[in-house]
């Protein structure tokens, strides 16, 4: 149960979120994101319940203080007789079963293993692209930047943008995707300022290349979808890319 993850989401929520680990959960809980009221999902049921519904999670994730008691520890023997000749269970089967790509269950897959996988492209795709714009942004002043002298590196707004989006960087890297409306309004931003720049230059191709990587950007922290959100994260690689070569190069 250690390694287990989970994907949750609140009853009047429709989008989850995720995957999260014991670790994690617990965390959420002490910070009052998490009560027994969330759902998470229990792949076993193939269903969304509630975490106070299962006691086992529930203990683990709202621990309480107990007395200190001693108990006689039962010692059961593994070593059990068996006819049965069917080959165990593995965590590849159960994870298979649960994403319907079993003759069994073919007809009831989960629409939320794939969104989950979708939201973890987004948000990997996302990261990367604030990476290449980083780059693009703070390497052209990077001797700036080794100075360290304040009046250089303000006199580089480029490169304070360039500091933002990699500290957004690591901290989506960190999970924290509360921080998606700041990355959405990062989007829209830098195509303002990049797109004016870009059009006063007449500069054609990186003009499109801001735009696509501003709407790459975007889309990837709000689509569920596997094929949207992997066009998104194609189209603002590129463009972020793109945008990162025409900086560097000048």
């Known amino acids: ?26 965390s959420l809980a002490e910070a009052g994101q998490v009560t027994a009221e969330t759902l998470y999902y229990d792949a076993g049921a193939e269903q969304w319940v509630a975490i106070g519904s299962n006691q086992d999670v529930k203990a683990a994730v709202f621990p309480e203080k107990k007395k200190l008691t001693i108990k006689a520890k039962e010692i059961v023997s593994l070593n059990q007789p068996t006819s049965d000749s069917r080959a165990p269970i593995t965590v590849d089967d159960i994870l298979a079963a649960a994403e319907g790509r079993t ?4 007809d009831r897959k ?31 002043a990077s001797d700036a930047i080794l100075t360290m002298d304040a009046s250089k590196i303000l006199a580089q707004p480029i490169a304070l943008l360039g500091a933002v989006d990699l500290l957004l960087a690591v901290l989506l890297g960190l999970g924290l ?63 972020m890319a793109g945008a990162a070569y025409f900086l560097l190069s000048v």
Request: hydrophobic share 55%; net charge neutral; aromatic share 12%.
């Open 177 to 239: 995707v509360n921080l998606y409306p700041f990355v959405r309004f990062r989007a829209a931003a830098g195509f303002g300022f990049f797109g004016f720049l870009f059009y006063v230059q007449g500069l054609q191709m990186p003009l499109l290349a801001a735009a696509a990587g501003a709407a790459g950007l975007y889309f990837c922290t709000i689509l569920i979808s596997l094929l949207p959100v992997t066009l998104a994260a194609a189209a603002g690689l590129a463009g």
């Open 110 to 140: 989960d629409p939320t293993i794939a969104a989950g996988r979708a939201a973890r492209i987004g948000v990997w795709s996302a990261i990367a692209m604030l990476v290449l714009a980083a780059a693009g942004e703070m390497l052209p």
């Open 1 to 26: 149960m250690a390694t287990q993850e989970f994907y949750i989401r609140e009853g009047s929520e429709k989008d989850a979120r995720g995957p999260f680990n014991f670790e994690q959960l617990i």
């Open 103 to 106: 003759a069994d269950t073919k």
